[in-house]
């Protein structure tokens, strides 16, 4: 609870969604045989022929791949490969998965998610809302106005745990609180960053919070 000169500051937290996800199965019937037989991996992108580790594989999203050459059982076994032909709207994407380039890719499918730590807070529901709580502050001329405003935030949390991209999102947003709320989610405590195949990469988080502010009279 803030309290200011004769107002109180009350301040509520609403998690309704964090992180966007998507499947957590690509390619079931390949990473199914990958498990059993471990065969070489190969995929096409704008018609270049790259090898395709394993840690890579592991890193492809839905949508990424338009096809595959799936050789049966008994080729894998003498040695033939499998072949996924890449969508090359996403060639930039898979060049980073392969390692070709520094992936700042945004994923949706992790091995684990972002998520926000604060001081005794056990979620991170209540780590926000802690928080907001004993950080935020109410512009100082809106302290005499009566005021509700749901928000919604949404940032991208960058593998250093940093927030970037951050908007604020309401149907009566305020010109004069939207840019001190930016700030204030930008200057937060690093977060906790999701991981892909036990690396860092870069997600998008998303939370409600919700305003209220009033005389005291």
Not at 46 to 63: R, T
Not at 152 to 168: F, R
Request: hydrophobic letters at 40%.
């Amino acid at each position: 609870m803030k309290i200011h000169k004769q107002k109180v500051f009350k301040i509520k937290i609403i998690l309704f969604a964090i992180l966007i996800c998507g499947a957590n199965q690509i390619f079931s019937q390949q990473k199914s045989i990958k498990k059993t037989i471990k065969p070489k991996m190969y995929i096409i992108i704008d018609n270049q022929k790259y090898l395709l580790p394993n840690k890579a594989f592991d890193k492809i999203e839905i949508g990424w791949i338009l096809s595959s050459t799936m050789p049966s059982k008994e080729n894998l076994e003498k040695g033939e490969p499998i072949i996924f032909y890449a969508n090359n709207y996403y060639k930039e994407n898979l060049y980073a998965a392969i390692g070709l380039k520094e992936d700042n890719n945004i994923y949706t499918t992790l091995s684990s998610y972002a998520d926000f730590k604060y001081k005794e807070a056990s979620t991170m529901e209540e780590s926000i809302e802690l928080y907001f709580k004993e950080n935020y502050k109410v512009p100082d001329n809106l302290h005499k106005k009566k005021f509700w405003w749901k928000v919604y935030i949404s940032a991208i949390v960058e593998k250093n745990g940093s927030l970037s991209d951050i908007t604020v999102n309401s149907e009566n947003a305020n010109a004069k609180v939207t840019p001190s709320l930016i700030e204030f989610v930008k200057d937060m405590p690093e977060w906790i960053p999701a991981t892909k195949s036990k690396e860092k990469v870069r997600s998008k988080c998303m939370f409600g919070v919700y305003f209220e502010w009033f005389n005291e009279k």
